[in-house]
């Protein structure tokens, strides 16, 4: 009887043991499959921030391209004009010199 009562409580203890490991164990799993789920949610937030990130440095690089195209061809428009200008005037001082000269 003792012998029973000695073996029934090493197989209770077994089984609850048995049980507490299996919960654990699906504890352990839950929890990791949360931490898993976590890490993914964070990564994808960090993935979209980026994303953000660089589109805003694109556009933002877009539009001092454009404002540099612009002042490039404002300086040469106005380069253009300054060389016609010159050249005008270099024009009209021939015209007086030769003048000057047949007179």
Not at 6 to 21: D, E, M, P, R, T
């Amino acid at each position: 009887m003792k012998r029973l009562v000695g073996v029934s409580i090493v197989a209770i203890g077994l089984a609850g043991s048995l049980a507490c490991s299996r919960q654990d164990a699906d504890r352990a799993r839950s929890e990791s499959r949360e931490a898993q789920d976590k890490a993914q949610r964070q990564l994808e937030e960090a993935k979209d921030k980026l994303r953000q990130g660089l589109k805003r440095a694109d556009d933002h690089t877009r539009e001092d391209l454009d404002k540099a195209r612009d002042q490039v061809r404002h300086a040469l428009s106005q380069s253009e004009r300054d060389a016609e200008h010159a050249r005008d005037k270099l024009r009209e001082r021939e015209k007086d010199q030769r003048e000057k000269d047949d007179q």
